[in-house]
């Protein structure tokens, strides 16, 4: 009777009111009890972008000035009409400090949806800030193989690994449980990598969930460790995971994406050491070949790195650390030979649930250690030389481990993988409405290749010509490789302003960030490149528009 009463005040408190406007409310309620009442604040909300048919736990991170006990606890989800489609598992709780409530799992239909985390304290319910949930469409005969989120581009599949498709319908492949043939999966116990490693990989730690829908990797504490390290230490205490493409996937350039459950620790962070990271063979001549961390847990951090070998030394170029919290996200990274030959050498641009997270240049400065063949860190200027080799393609790593200088180790726990696909191609032509028969054939063009300032950006048929051909760089503009950027015209922020190829100036008109429905935004104006009353007319210049997720906007 209580969950019922719980679940009947809940609804007619939400069913037809905002998260802006239960928010106004809260704001009302009397400074006196307000005042007394310690005050509990958002931390972290997860998950930002996730696949229809595959069922999902939210993870919500909050932090109490004092101790506080709440009714109830649970994270909310909206449809465009406002219907309760919430995670499932509301629970009391007592939050005295950092407090992490898992939901228990549930599947979504592909679209977008609003959610947010909400607590229950005197029959009142107090919502956190809200945030969009992006459900992406599965793979399906008509789509076996999805394009990344947010990465904007050209691309072709050359890996996708997930469930709840057939590879008869045109899947690279056809089901989640291809990770189990990876190198880790089977096999012997595996001494550490790392000397800050206090754990060996073993197989046994590498299972497919019961769901069938992922692949755990744990982190254990096993009763007697057979893990013996290389230098002849004590026995490591621990057992984690690793699973490794070697001799099943490798390749060079292009995008990588996977759907990674990062753990969570008592205090709200990242537990243990999970990443999602990819290098070279043969793997004993690390660093040389290089390894771009998509994600790794850090000191409960969520970061992005890359590492390189010089002489055979660790060098570690700029990486940085996300506001990313646990539970499940998307990762992925774009990494390219840099346009400009003379520097840098590679590009890697990372994004995290479906939105630019950073981007890391390599520079061409770095002498590759002749020893190993294909170091990564090889200058592009040599690539070409009849004597030079071409930096070494990579595979791809899941493990979960514990490092001994990153806290308390948090056993059991587990890193779970839903996919992880990569494409090979390059960013190029920025097509219309990619999801809309009557657009597709609609393309971002610079119209009739002028290089004036101002001329006008259009939507013409796609032909694949310079006047298509864009490049979505890592400090936010779109380059034309005409020489020019797209541009708003006269930094304009009101709706139906015009868009237009200028010279690149660094301004804020020429500022644009990847939209999780497909859309290309202007920061500065907050407002989305459009093209004005869908029309299909060759030559329409296109505008900037409130964001509305409408197909006129869907550019990735």
């Not at 829908?213 to 026995?235: F, H, I, Q, W």
């Not at 002749?370 to 070409?384: D, E, F, M, V």
């Not at 939507?459 to 298509?468: E, K, L, P, V």
Request: aromatic share 10%; net charge negative; hydrophobic share 35%.
């Amino acid at each position: 009777m209580a969950i019922r009463n719980m679940r009947r005040s809940f609804a007619t408190q939400f069913r037809c009111a905002t998260a802006a406007a239960v928010l106004t409310a809260i704001a009302a309620y009397p400074a006196s009890v307000r005042a007394s009442t310690p005050t509990i604040s958002l931390v972290s909300l997860a998950p930002g972008v996730i696949e229809a048919g595959i069922p999902y736990s939210a993870t919500l991170v909050v932090n109490s000035t004092g101790s506080i006990t709440v009714q109830a606890v649970t994270v909310a989800v909206r449809d465009s009409d406002g219907d309760m489609l919430d995670f499932p598992g509301a629970v009391p709780a007592t939050i005295d400090g950092p407090y992490v409530y898992h939901s228990a799992a549930k599947s979504f239909a592909a679209g977008t949806y609003t959610e947010f985390g909400s607590y229950e304290l005197d029959n009142t319910w107090h919502p956190f800030a809200s945030r969009t949930l992006t459900v992406a469409a599965a793979p399906s005969s008509g789509t076996p193989n999805p394009p990344p989120a947010g990465i904007p581009g050209t691309w072709t599949s050359s890996l996708n690994d997930g469930p709840h498709y057939d590879s008869a319908a045109g899947g690279i492949s056809d089901s989640i449980s291809s990770l189990l043939n990876w190198h880790g999966a089977t096999g012997a116990l595996q001494t550490p990598h790392n000397g800050d490693e206090d754990d060996c990989y073993s197989p046994e730690n590498v299972k497919l969930d019961p769901s069938g829908d992922y692949v755990d990797l744990s982190l254990t504490d096993p009763p007697t460790s057979r893990c013996v390290p290389r230098r002849g230490r004590d026995a490591e205490p621990y057992y984690g995971a690793q699973i490794y493409s070697r001799g099943v996937f490798q390749q060079q350039y292009g995008a990588f994406e996977a759907e990674v459950y990062l753990p969570s620790a008592p205090n709200g962070t990242i537990a243990d050491w999970p990443a999602f990271w990819m290098t070279g063979t043969p793997a004993n001549s690390w660093p040389n070949t290089g390894e771009i961390d998509l994600v790794e847990g850090l000191g409960g951090n969520a970061e992005y790195h890359f590492h390189y070998g010089q002489a055979r030394t660790n060098g570690q170029a700029a990486g940085g650390a996300t506001d990313i919290g646990p539970g499940w996200h998307t990762f992925g990274v774009d990494w390219q030979l840099a346009r400009d030959t003379s520097s840098p050498a590679y590009v890697m641009t990372f994004y995290y649930d479906g939105k630019y997270a950073g981007s890391i240049d390599e520079p061409d400065t770095l002498v590759p250690d002749p020893k190993y063949a294909g170091s990564i860190n090889q200058p592009k200027t040599l690539i070409s030389g009849p004597d030079q080799l071409t930096p070494a393609a990579m595979g791809i790593v899941f493990d979960i481990s514990h490092n001994a200088n990153n806290g308390s180790p948090v056993v059991p726990a587990a890193m779970k993988v839903a996919y992880v696909r990569a494409w090979t191609g390059s960013y190029g032509p920025i097509p219309l409405a990619q999801n809309s028969p009557a657009d597709n054939s609609l393309c971002l063009d610079d119209n009739q290749n002028g290089t004036a300032n101002l001329n006008q950006a259009v939507i013409f048929t796609c032909d694949g010509t310079g006047a298509q051909s864009w490049d979505a760089e890592p400090n936010g503009t779109i380059d034309s490789s005409l020489g020019g950027c797209l541009d708003v015209y006269d930094g304009g922020t009101t709706s139906g302003t015009t868009v237009d190829y200028g010279q690149c100036n660094g301004t804020g008109a020429q500022q644009w960030e990847a939209g999780s429905d497909g859309s290309l935004i202007n920061p500065e104006s907050g407002l989305c490149l459009t093209d004005p009353d869908a029309s299909t007319t060759n030559g329409t210049q296109l505008v900037i528009s409130a964001c509305d997720g409408a197909a006129d906007q869907d550019w990735l």
